[in-house]
């Protein structure tokens, strides 16, 4: 009996998995559930999901007995959490193992970004360098005023990065937090007031919708570049671009964006802008990690034992 | 009277300095010296040089009155030392002052390897991740094996960075160190077998030529990552290309190789690499640093003081 529906773009290893331990029916994602086989969402009990399109009542409503969404990934807003915990649905995630995945490239891309390094990399290829000398000069990093908007366990790798670049440490979250030393603001625009490098690492949701605002922007200031490895909700797109564009800010170094994959193509013409192609956790190893941990939840929503990562 | 030869391309703000401060003379290189007027070489107590052009003992002897070489950057390689020393000419470099953007660029060379992030932004930038999807897996950095050859002042400052990844750190130098339990080796084939990813922060210059040799490469292996901010000159680089265009090893990050700016073209068409036009200290801040230490430097030789950084 079929009890686990996985929804999502799985490897070949993981759907074998998914198919080997819990003889899963595989659907590539929530748009789809309605048209499986009714007899079949009768018995399904735990959905493996992976993606970014919207989970929400109405597909739930569609699975009588379903008890459990494991998420794949550690940010699970495109499950609607309240409705399912209204039906008894538990939620959960894969944090902490892409940590330093997430970490890492918010960090590269920060130095990509002054350092100019996709630009300086081109000269050197294109043979400018050898026919016109050396690459212009850019920008000092170390020893830099950096924020954090969001200091939970990903903000805090982050900053644990920066420390060993002789950064100065700066963060926003709601309460004050324990650090070595790193200052706390209680709100993000002086943050930005304070700070040249804002890195956003806040969780998605409506409750982060634009939390990086016109205002955070353009208190940042000329010299100001943003990185965001968070979801692309939690900035006012609208406001970045028009800064980027304008050089209100120096440049900027982004993973998410509203409408992924199908960015604004306003992004494409910014050469101050680093895009990575949300890729954040996206390493083999990490993602062997969040598949197993995925497993492991539904295996003992199954047996009746205790979530891994709960959300609700 | 000018006491006082600027060699080298300087910019706009360091040429005016060194005419105001100085009333240098200025010309391209040493191979320009011949050609300057015998009277004023005649007057020449101190040269500022910048470039990584050959000054030797025949340069030298054009300056019958040449005390100081003033070279602007930490690397005198350029500079036949030993010449300089045998005509009691005194030599200073520009040394600590580009550590943490060398150590950066290093850091983030690595980075930008192991994470693909330049094929990931031209992935993205192209629209094959709106048309194909995500980009492909890559590999996991942070709690990496790293190995630092030569753990000088540019060295130490890469480990200290690595730290905040989590790396366990190993080193080669002539004699062990005191650091905080990072793994002295001996030989840089042990640290080379130890690890998967390799700095290499050596002096350039004579003794240090091809020390990164074919059996290092080797020792390696197919998961080992090069990044080079050092000197061309410190690694067999026929052996890197063999090794990288094999897959005997899995990628490098360099800012320094022989035959500057002209490079071998072998490079361009390996993927796996991440070329930067020699950049290491290429910052508008620091490059400020090092000319200002340059000139400090001159003006302490031509007032019969002490030199700030002498190497000889």
């Known amino acids: 009996m079929t009890e686990t529906l996985a929804i999502g773009a799985y490897t070949d290893d993981d759907t074998a998995a998914l198919r080997d331990g ?22 399904v009990r735990a959905v493996a999901f992976k993606g970014h ?39 959960t ?8 995945d ?12 002054g350092r100019e390094t996709i630009q300086a990399n081109d000269w050197a290829r294109s043979g400018q360098w050898a026919q016109k000398g050396e690459y ?52 993000p625009v002086s943050l930005a007031q304070s700070v040249d490098f804002l890195f956003v690492a806040l969780v998605g949701g409506p409750a982060t919708e634009g939390y990086v605002s016109r205002a955070v922007i353009d208190a940042l200031g000329p010299r100001g570049v943003i990185v965001n490895i968070s979801r692309g909700s939690t900035i006012d797109e ?8 304008s050089g209100r800010i120096a440049g900027a170094g ?12 306003r992004f494409y013409a910014l050469p101050n802008v680093v895009i990575q192609p949300h890729q954040g956790s996206g390493t083999v190893e990490t993602r062997i990690e969040m598949a197993a941990l995925q497993r492991r939840n539904v295996a003992a929503y199954l047996a009746g034992k205790a979530l891994e990562t709960p959300v609700n």
């Open 22 to 43: 819990f003889q899963a029916h595989g659907i590539a994602g929530p748009d789809g559930i309605a048209a499986v086989d009714g007899g079949l969402r009768a018995t």
């Open 53 to 91: 399109k919207s989970f929400g009542a109405a597909e739930m409503d569609l699975l009588p007995k379903l008890g459990l969404i494991a998420n794949y990934g550690v940010g699970y807003d495109a499950i609607d959490v309240a409705a399912a915990s209204a039906r008894g649905i538990k939620v």
């Open 93 to 100: 995630n894969t944090p902490d193992v892409l940590n330093d």
């Open 102 to 113: 997430v970490a890492d490239l918010a960090v590269a891309m920060l130095l990509m970004q």
């Open 136 to 187: 212009r000069l850019n920008r000092k990093m170390s020893g830099g005023k950096v924020g954090i908007v969001g200091l939970g366990r990903i903000g805090r790798e982050i900053a644990n990065r920066l420390v060993g670049f002789k950064m100065d440490i700066h963060y926003h979250s709601r309460q004050e937090k324990q650090t070595p030393g790193w200052t706390w603001h209680a709100d």
């Open 238 to 245: 609208a406001a970045l671009l028009d800064a980027l564009e």
């Open 254 to 265: 982004l993973d998410v964006f509203r409408n992924e994959p199908k960015i604004d193509p």
